[in-house]
């Protein structure tokens, strides 16, 4: 969410003291060698595996088959395009995985990670027919099998430190007996070093995993009340049972516990629980404890009534808009439930990618643009029913009403539509689709091509907030900066996630400084600008912070931030900072980023200690 772009701006000219500049120092070349003769090799952080993500071919990994290495239908990877699929055929067969890397001396930290999905053809609960062993040198991590099967990816993480200084090969073997298929699907193998102090912990798996929601929904006449049903399918990732799941209500915000614009009834698969967290969480028991790789389905009646005002959620007249009204599932991750209050100033959302299957039953006079890739249908008595199917999306939203709509192609062909209220000139409407067609394909060409499908903005003049941003589908005002930085959301959000409630700055400060990239701005001396309003204020901050000193949150979120990564880029030059997205980009694909992985993906692509950087721009995790 893009606050009035002229409050951005405003807050971007205060006055500031100068804040001194990232110094190194300088040693002597006796005084080097000195320190070089008494101290162990210096350790510089380094992700070792080339090509983790399978994204450039077959070099340097060793295959055998040579088809191990694909992007063929029937498996999908974690992020981009490319992963490693191995056995999968029903038929005695092994095939192998391997590269040589070298991880090098005084690293006191070594860490190998890889996501893994596993399915099968076996019935079995007891016999490991087929099985994958990942080893590094000659010692043996781990060995899965057909009785491991999950949905969708689950991340393995082990520490490797005792390699230090050697060249090892790491590598994977599947084996697979004369029947039933076994297939072992590989991504975003990483190998991690550090001094001991740069590169996080794996992240405890978040869970529930791979969400799939079916939601059927009829309107009234207006396009304001929708009810009908919808279901959720998950999985558990985590080695501790699920017991029980969380849906967010978050549009509950809007109205009251005793009358909430979102209901939930008749809940199957669980035992709904009272409402929570002002009404927007709603605990749902499950009838008996799911384990690891386990999957089920929960279902409910829903009722939704669009509260009036130009709002993300909200009536404009005759145009709805629709956005977070859909339940969705909290995350579950080492800390816990993630179950943070709704803030009007920022978001809270934080979601795992999902699949999305939404029909929606509505008077044919309503065009209904929303998240996805829509067709529509002749329905009954002068309505029409419009199916939104959207893959690896965080979340749903919509809007209804006699929009004004125009249409067009990126020159990279991705079909872009705006969807204009009453009072929208056509000029003004035409202008928002040549920014929206030129912004999809310069963040697509930094970050990743657009995944989506198709770009629906909807323009209204109206928006107290300035912006929002969902999967496919944005809100916006006639602004070319706001609408550059909500379609930068596509990817900072949408396709790396985040936390929004606890590390809004992930989204926020790296979708403004890709809008500056996108409208060729340097960012020259924006750091210059600089004055804190206290010790306790960083741009790494919480909502429940920013919440607090709202007056403050543009300017340090997006303003700071993205002022941060500019100096940033002139620390490890252009290039390397383009490379540092781009390579960050694909390795958080459809996932989710924090602060600590960030930091250490940053000192990975430069020999300069950036400790100093961190401290000096406020920028803790």
Partial sequence: MRPTPHKALAASALAAATMAALSLPVTSASAASAASAAAPAACSPAQVVADSGFESGTSPWTQSPTTVITNRAGQSAHGGTGFAWLDGTGRTRTDSLSQSVAIPAGCGSARLTFWLHIDTAETTSSVAYD????????????????????????????????????????????????????????????????????????????????????????????????????????????????????????????????APPITVRNVTGGTAGPLSVGCTALRVDLPAPLGQGQSATIGFDLGITVPSGADRFGHDGAFSFVGNALPVLAVKDGTGWHLDPYTNNGESFYSLAADFKVTLDHPSSLLVPATGTSTGTPGTGGRTITTATASKVRDFAWAAGPFTKISGSSSAGVPVNVYSVSGISSSSAQSMLTTAKSAVDAHAARFGAYPYGELDAVIDNNFWFGGMEYPGFVLDLVSTTALTHEIGHQWWYGIVGDDEYNSPWLDEAFTDYATDLALNKTGANCWNSVSWASSGEKITNSMAYWDAHSSRYSTVVYGYGKCALHDLRRVLGDTAMAKLLKDYATAHWYGVSTTAEFKAAAQAATTTDLTSFWTTHRIEG
């Fill in 131 to 258: 099985k994958l062993t990942a080893k590094i040198g000659s010692t043996t991590l781990a060995t899965y099998s057909n009785l491991d099967r999950n949905t969708g990816y689950v991340q393995k993480s082990f520490d490797v430190s005792a390699f230090a200084g050697q060249t090892v090969s790491v590598a994977f073997t599947g084996s697979e007996d004369s029947s039933l298929q076994t297939s072992f699907v590989l991504d975003d193998v990483a190998l991690d070093t550090s001094d001991g102090g740069t590169t996080p912990p794996a992240d405890s798996p978040r869970t529930p995993a791979a969400p799939s929601y079916t939601v059927s929904l009829s309107s009234d006449s207006s396009g304001t009340v929708w009810t009908g049903h919808e279901s959720a399918t998950f999985t558990n990732a985590s080695s501790a049972a699920l017991t029980e799941v969380y849906l967010r209500l978050w549009d509950n915000y809007h109205g009251t516990c005793s």
